[in-house]
Nanobody, 126 residues
């Protein structure tokens, strides 16, 4: 299971750190990713990290503002979000790839995700 948390209401320019707790599966062996879905829009890819924690992949829309990381000992994946904008308002989801020892480019689309967390809402006010 994956449990995302850390969402909330923030103002433009604020920072927020999302967490994704993994349990019940060897998620440490899989690439992990963060996605978001705004109202009326499709779920979009944001950032991914390889199973080793050393490989990263970012969507152009968040490159330089968002940082993904993982703590394998704690079975956690994080998304540090800086300089938040109103257009960042969405439900944020973490997801796990389907192949053991996966690289970061293996969790860059929704169809590559095998397990999803339940989502956490981020609202950025102007």
């Amino acid at each position: 299971q994956l449990q995302a948390s850390g969402g909330g209401l923030v103002q433009t320019g604020d920072s927020l750190k999302l967490s994704c707790a993994a349990s019940g599966r060897s998620f440490g062996l899989y690439a992990m990713g963060w996605f978001r879905q705004a109202p009326g829009k499709e779920r979009e890819f944001l950032a991914a990290v390889s199973w080793t924690g050393a490989g990263f992949y970012y969507a152009d829309s968040v490159k330089g503002r968002f940082t993904i990381s993982r703590d394998k000992d704690k079975k956690m994946v994080y998304l540090q979000m800086n300089s938040l904008k109103p257009e960042d308002t969405a439900v944020y989801y973490c997801g796990s790839g389907g192949r053991r020892f996966g690289t970061s480019d293996e969790v860059t689309s929704t169809r590559q995700v095998e397990y999803w967390g339940q989502g956490t809402l981020v609202t950025v006010s102007s």
